[in-house]
């Protein structure tokens, strides 16, 4: 706040100038005493003397502004009574905007305050104005923009996201790769040519959507996903094919013995499960006896659990939907007739016989397919054979290698694989085998694979030979019946917009709180916020690094956004006087420069008054859960802190003074955890300002040179000139004490202070 040089003096005359704004660009101006200020006459009719309080709360991180009231007698005005001219009348005040100036002697006016005229009284004499504070994000809910068709919402995103690999027929991934939690969810809008789409918050690529499996918790990329958007329908859209597949690969998780006998000897038996399938585990095999031995194991899996039995393709009469190809089709024909293939799409899998078939593409009734699909053979098929299919199937994946050195005639090397119910492939070998790999159908559900490494010795000359076992696994293949009603999808969220910063990425957690405030409350004030946005810098070089991400698909209160942004964020941001082209945040840093501190005397205050913060405010053990789930909205990470010294100090019992904190946009450890700095991380900060009890000073500014003092400003005491001389009996005295003001009361003539102990 720019007050003059009249502040300085000893003896001021103070008016306040209130200027109260219609519907018709006209204006009412009322004083405490009549006056001419830029070419406008000010009555001098206000009764009362309105206090303006303002507050932040370094707890919470929030700011507020009281309302205030003024009353004034119905006098003259314009040749009619003023309450004509204020209600009832062709001008409108009710719900306009108010602002207040101060004015000392002579001085240009400094602006105090802003608010809103939301009531008008009277009593036939006087009248009553009653004002609230006023901000641009007051009434405003986020998202805001919705979809012309059918007036979906458009999300809204910001921050860093990360999209797993792309998880193809060709190359199927394991869902342990698949580790990137950082997804948001888009919902269906409708099928737009042939694809179903689904707003997201920009245009742009890496737009692929995914799939969440809450079996595995993974996100999967669809087949043949899209990375572009479509700008249609008044968003910008992800998009599908309305029949897309997602498919993922599952190893097991551990073994268990069944038999292993002697002349078997086994190495490295945990390639057989470790996701990679370059890497083998080796069944070794030396005897020169007639016996069979073995290696046999469980293989601890849990595979995918929905049904993927082949069911009988039916009408909606349930009638058989058959072949309809006269003569049939051979093994190497890859198109046919049937009844009706309504209920088909592409990438449908169908089983006739036992030959597994998939669907590529559709035209009337004939099919195009992809044929001995899965490891199953292509064969002749006759007209009116049945037909199944299923959209979800598991295949066993069986990666191996042969290597003979000494076998007789009648010696063999078999590989058993199946579950505790059946046995699903018999591989017998006598020589050597090249790297191959078998796909087998494979039942849903299944808890333990068994695989059996099999020697069969003649007597006749030594048996010896290796098994190469690369990779047991198996792969799901989901397919959609209809669109899902939620993906998702890890395109990054939006990029600055305000001045000087236009298509800069948006990471960290004040950049989201100000770009959301620069395109929802038109906050652009400046070419450079860092020099021209009162602690932007400062907040910027302990923010910096603090990852983030925040996505809506719902309606909310923009208010409640920004501070809970304030809140994880550890900063305040307020409007200095209202105004809104005065923009302020506000955090308590590690250290002071002594330019940034004013010191007082005890001549410059009186009514001082000392006290402390309460215990029951005192949080000694933190529990602070972060990284919100994406898909389940449960948090993903935890972090606890608790100083058990402090705990004894006060006198806390176990369940006391603990606190839990649910943060729904910071996602980075570091940004959590304890650190060494009290801007190091979220813990620190308010570990800082909690953790143990702090000063509090509340007094008033008796000397005027000191109006410009505010909420946020940093202010000491002079250790040689202040009363009382030492608080509470504190070893330095007032030396190494600092203090951040929380509370202002502003009458005219007056400002009352409360300042909390920061250092």
């Given at each position: 706040?720019?007050?003059?040089?009249?502040?300085?003096?000893?003896?001021?005359?103070?008016?306040?100038?209130?200027?109260?704004?219609?519907?018709?660009?006209?204006?009412?101006?009322?004083?405490?005493?009549?006056?001419?200020?830029?070419?406008?006459?000010?009555?001098?009719?206000?009764?009362?003397?309105?206090?303006?309080?303002?507050?932040?709360?370094?707890?919470?991180?929030?700011?507020?502004?009281?309302?205030?009231?003024?009353?004034?007698?119905?006098?003259?005005?314009?040749?009619?009574?003023?309450?004509?001219?204020?209600?009832?009348?062709?001008?409108?005040?009710?719900?306009?905007?108010?602002?207040?100036?101060?004015?000392?002697?002579?001085?240009?006016?400094?602006?105090?305050?802003?608010?809103?005229?939301?009531?008008?009284?009277?009593?036939?004499?006087?009248?009553?104005?009653?004002?609230?504070?006023?901000?641009?994000?007051?009434?405003?809910?986020?998202?805001?923009?919705?979809?012309?068709?059918?007036?979906?919402?458009?999300?809204?995103?910001?921050?860093?996201?990360?999209?797993?690999?792309?998880?193809?027929?060709?190359?199927?991934?394991?869902?342990?790769?698949?580790?990137?939690?950082?997804?948001?969810?888009?919902?269906?809008?409708?099928?737009?040519?042939?694809?179903?789409?689904?707003?997201?918050?920009?245009?742009?690529?890496?737009?692929?959507?995914?799939?969440?499996?809450?079996?595995?918790?993974?996100?999967?990329?669809?087949?043949?996903?899209?990375?572009?958007?479509?700008?249609?329908?008044?968003?910008?859209?992800?998009?599908?094919?309305?029949?897309?597949?997602?498919?993922?690969?599952?190893?097991?998780?551990?073994?268990?013995?069944?038999?292993?006998?002697?002349?078997?000897?086994?190495?490295?038996?945990?390639?057989?499960?470790?996701?990679?399938?370059?890497?083998?585990?080796?069944?070794?095999?030396?005897?020169?006896?007639?016996?069979?031995?073995?290696?046999?194991?469980?293989?601890?899996?849990?595979?995918?659990?929905?049904?993927?039995?082949?069911?009988?393709?039916?009408?909606?009469?349930?009638?058989?939907?058959?072949?309809?190809?006269?003569?049939?089709?051979?093994?190497?024909?890859?198109?046919?007739?049937?009844?009706?293939?309504?209920?088909?799409?592409?990438?449908?899998?169908?089983?006739?016989?036992?030959?597994?078939?998939?669907?590529?593409?559709?035209?009337?009734?004939?099919?195009?397919?992809?044929?001995?699909?899965?490891?199953?053979?292509?064969?002749?098929?006759?007209?009116?054979?049945?037909?199944?299919?299923?959209?979800?199937?598991?295949?066993?994946?069986?990666?191996?290698?042969?290597?003979?050195?000494?076998?007789?005639?009648?010696?063999?090397?078999?590989?058993?694989?199946?579950?505790?119910?059946?046995?699903?492939?018999?591989?017998?070998?006598?020589?050597?085998?090249?790297?191959?790999?078998?796909?087998?159908?494979?039942?849903?559900?299944?808890?333990?694979?068994?695989?059996?490494?099999?020697?069969?010795?003649?007597?006749?000359?030594?048996?010896?030979?290796?098994?190469?076992?690369?990779?047991?696994?198996?792969?799901?293949?989901?397919?959609?019946?209809?669109?899902?009603?939620?993906?998702?999808?890890?395109?990054?969220?939006?990029?600055?917009?305000?001045?000087?910063?236009?298509?800069?990425?948006?990471?960290?957690?004040?950049?989201?709180?100000?770009?959301?405030?620069?395109?929802?409350?038109?906050?652009?004030?400046?070419?450079?916020?860092?020099?021209?946005?009162?602690?932007?810098?400062?907040?910027?070089?302990?923010?910096?690094?603090?990852?983030?991400?925040?996505?809506?698909?719902?309606?909310?209160?923009?208010?409640?956004?920004?501070?809970?942004?304030?809140?994880?964020?550890?900063?305040?941001?307020?409007?200095?006087?209202?105004?809104?082209?005065?923009?302020?945040?506000?955090?308590?840093?590690?250290?002071?420069?002594?330019?940034?501190?004013?010191?007082?005397?005890?001549?410059?205050?009186?009514?001082?008054?000392?006290?402390?913060?309460?215990?029951?405010?005192?949080?000694?053990?933190?529990?602070?859960?972060?990284?919100?789930?994406?898909?389940?909205?449960?948090?993903?990470?935890?972090?606890?802190?608790?100083?058990?010294?402090?705990?004894?100090?006060?006198?806390?019992?176990?369940?006391e003074n603990i606190k839990t904190f649910n943060l729904d946009y910071l996602v980075e450890q570091n940004d959590v955890q304890e650190q060494t700095n009290p801007n190091d991380s979220f813990i620190n900060y308010y570990h800082n300002i909690l953790g143990t009890p702090k000063l509090i000073i509340s007094f008033t500014i008796v000397s005027p040179k000191y109006y410009d003092l505010e909420v946020?400003?940093?202010?000491?005491?002079?250790?040689?000139?202040?009363?009382?001389?030492?608080?509470?009996?504190i070893s330095n005295g007032w030396s190494d004490l600092e203090f951040m003001i929380t509370k202002t009361g502003r009458t005219i003539g007056k400002i009352s202070v409360t300042a909390r102990q920061i250092s």
């Amino acid at each position: 706040m720019a007050f003059g040089s009249s502040i300085k003096l000893s003896n001021i005359k103070e008016n306040w100038l209130f200027k109260l704004a219609n519907n018709n660009s006209g204006f009412l101006f009322l004083s405490f005493a009549d006056v001419i200020e830029s070419s406008n006459y000010y009555s001098g009719v206000i009764l009362n003397r309105p206090t303006i309080s303002e507050t932040i709360s370094l707890s919470n991180s929030t700011a507020s502004t009281s309302g205030i009231s003024i009353n004034i007698p119905d006098f003259e005005y314009k040749g009619d009574p003023v309450s004509k001219e204020l209600f009832g009348g062709t001008n409108e005040y009710i719900n306009r905007e108010c602002t207040i100036h101060c004015k000392i002697n002579e001085d240009t006016p400094v602006k105090i305050g802003s608010f809103r005229v939301i009531s008008i009284n009277t009593n036939g004499n006087t009248i009553n104005i009653k004002m609230n504070s006023h901000r641009p994000w007051d009434l405003i809910t986020l998202p805001n923009v919705k979809t012309t068709d059918r007036k979906m919402l458009v999300p809204i995103a910001y921050g860093d996201y990360t999209k797993n690999s792309a998880s193809t027929v060709a190359s199927p991934q394991y869902v342990s790769s698949l580790t990137s939690y950082a997804y948001r969810p888009v919902e269906y809008n409708k099928l737009s040519d042939g694809f179903s789409i689904y707003p997201t918050s920009k245009s742009g690529s890496d737009s692929e959507l995914a799939v969440y499996n809450e079996q595995f918790d993974v996100f999967i990329p669809t087949t043949s996903a899209q990375g572009s958007t479509v700008s249609t329908d008044n968003a910008n859209h992800a998009k599908i094919e309305s029949t897309a597949q997602h498919i993922f690969k599952v190893s097991p998780n551990s073994t268990t013995n069944i038999t292993v006998d002697g002349g078997v000897t086994v190495s490295n038996l945990t390639n057989v499960y470790d996701g990679d399938d370059t890497t083998f585990a080796s069944f070794q095999a030396s005897f020169n006896t007639s016996q069979i031995i073995q290696a046999s194991y469980y293989l601890n899996i849990d595979t995918p659990e929905e049904d993927q039995n082949f069911k009988k393709l039916q009408d909606s009469d349930g009638d058989p939907i058959l072949v309809n190809d006269s003569g049939g089709f051979n093994s190497s024909e890859t198109s046919f007739v049937i009844d009706d293939a309504s209920d088909l799409f592409i990438g449908s899998v169908l089983k006739l016989k036992e030959e597994i078939m998939i669907v590529t593409n559709i035209s009337s009734n004939t099919l195009t397919v992809t044929r001995g699909a899965f490891n199953t053979t292509a064969i002749s098929h006759d007209d009116n054979d049945e037909i199944f299919t299923t959209t979800n199937f598991n295949i066993l994946n069986l990666k191996y290698q042969l290597e003979v050195i000494a076998a007789g005639g009648g010696s063999k090397f078999g590989i058993v694989v199946g579950n505790e119910n059946a046995n699903f492939q018999d591989l017998t070998f006598q020589a050597n085998v090249t790297l191959n790999t078998v796909k087998i159908p494979f039942p849903s559900g299944t808890k333990r694979i068994v695989l059996a490494l099999i020697f069969i010795g003649d007597g006749s000359v030594p048996l010896s030979g290796t098994f190469k076992v690369y990779d047991v696994s198996v792969t799901a293949s989901r397919a959609f019946k209809t669109p899902p009603k939620e993906l998702y999808v890890a395109s990054d969220g939006d990029t600055h917009s305000i001045t000087g910063l236009v298509g800069n990425a948006i990471t960290s957690i004040n950049n989201i709180h100000l770009a959301l405030l620069n395109k929802f409350s038109g906050l652009d004030v400046a070419t450079n916020p860092a020099t021209n946005i009162d602690g932007f810098s400062a907040l910027e070089t302990d923010r910096s690094d603090w990852g983030a991400r925040l996505y809506f698909t719902k309606e909310q209160s923009f208010k409640k956004i920004l501070e809970k942004l304030q809140f994880e964020g550890c900063f305040i941001y307020r409007l200095k006087q209202g105004d809104s082209t005065q923009p302020q945040y506000i955090h308590v840093k590690d250290s002071y420069s002594s330019g940034e501190i004013t010191t007082l005397t005890k001549n410059d205050i009186s009514n001082v008054s000392l006290s402390h913060t309460s215990v029951s405010d005192l949080i000694t053990k933190f529990i602070v859960n972060y990284e919100k789930h994406p898909a389940t909205d449960e948090y993903r990470s935890q972090e606890t802190f608790e100083v058990t010294s402090d705990r004894d100090k006060y006198n806390i019992e176990p369940l006391e003074n603990i606190k839990t904190f649910n943060l729904d946009y910071l996602v980075e450890q570091n940004d959590v955890q304890e650190q060494t700095n009290p801007n190091d991380s979220f813990i620190n900060y308010y570990h800082n300002i909690l953790g143990t009890p702090k000063l509090i000073i509340s007094f008033t500014i008796v000397s005027p040179k000191y109006y410009d003092l505010e909420v946020g400003s940093v202010i000491n005491f002079d250790n040689t000139d202040m009363h009382p001389s030492i608080p509470f009996g504190i070893s330095n005295g007032w030396s190494d004490l600092e203090f951040m003001i929380t509370k202002t009361g502003r009458t005219i003539g007056k400002i009352s202070v409360t300042a909390r102990q920061i250092s």
